[in-house]
């Protein structure tokens, strides 16, 4: 057989190195964008299962202990009586009133007091001494935490908050019968002297995600039992964080037959 009917040998030619390289581009892109789809969507409902999971947390925390306000060990008619458990506090109670709070102003955050009588095991939120001192348990928003300030010093116990607004439930029938005719800001209620009348307490909270969630800033304005809560400023806005809403209304169960 001779050189001249050997057939010879071909490598792979560069246009077809080119085009295979392409090709693989293509699918390296589509697979990336695959990871970084299904990354966000992650993102987003952990995101989201984290805030769920705060606003009930912070819920279940604020039913707690407005539904303790006015409470006492051995009842309502034991010994002592309201005047002497909850005397007057100059600048934050009258005698026997145990719902408190103020009002931000505006679209600023509220803030909302109880008190009561401790029977030695339930403490406050800072606290658990066991003792039978009165407790007064306050819940404010400062920068976006909740806190939490009992007998003893102030905790924060909740991150991502931006906004707490507080409606108090006003018994105005004559005789009263436990029920809340209207609802109020704190500045109606003490511009009317009706603190005494309070049988229950309307909450609304506006939590965040605390970290980016979205790749679209958040402009979204949202009403807070009737207040508006306009959309982040820009600077937070660009961290893409997303919001919702929580109300409840609590019954002051001591103070309500």
Request: a negative charge.
């Amino acid at each position: 057989m001779t050189a001249t009917n050997v057939k010879r040998q071909r490598g792979i030619s560069l246009v077809e190195i080119m085009i295979a390289l392409v090709l693989s581009l293509f699918l390296s892109a589509g697979v990336i964008e695959v990871y970084l789809a299904s990354k966000q969507s992650y993102k987003a409902q952990e995101g989201y299962s984290r805030l769920q999971e705060n606003g009930r947390y912070a819920m279940e925390n604020l039913t707690r202990f407005i539904r303790l306000a006015g409470y006492k060990p051995y009842g309502v008619n034991s010994m002592p009586d309201d005047t002497t458990a909850f005397p007057a506090v100059t600048g934050s109670f009258a005698a026997g009133q145990v719902v408190t709070g103020s009002d931000g102003g505006g679209s600023a955050s509220d803030s909302v007091t109880v008190r009561y009588q401790d029977d030695t095991q339930m403490g406050d939120c800072y606290s658990s001494t066991g003792d039978t001192a009165v407790h007064v348990v306050t819940f404010d928003v400062v920068g976006t935490n909740l806190r939490c300030t009992g007998n003893a010093g102030t905790e924060a116990i909740l991150e991502g908050v931006d906004n707490l607004q507080v409606l108090y439930g006003i018994d105005t029938d004559a005789p009263a019968d436990g029920y809340a005719n209207q609802y109020r800001d704190a500045a109606a209620v003490t511009a009317a002297g009706q603190w005494g009348a309070v049988v229950s307490v309307r909450i609304g909270l506006l939590l965040n995600t605390v970290e980016g969630v979205s790749g679209v800033a958040d402009t979204a304005t949202f009403s807070l039992l009737g207040t508006n809560i306009a959309a982040p400023g820009s600077a937070d806005a660009a961290r893409f964080m997303r919001r919702q809403p929580f109300t409840a209304t609590i019954n002051v169960r001591n103070r309500t037959p």
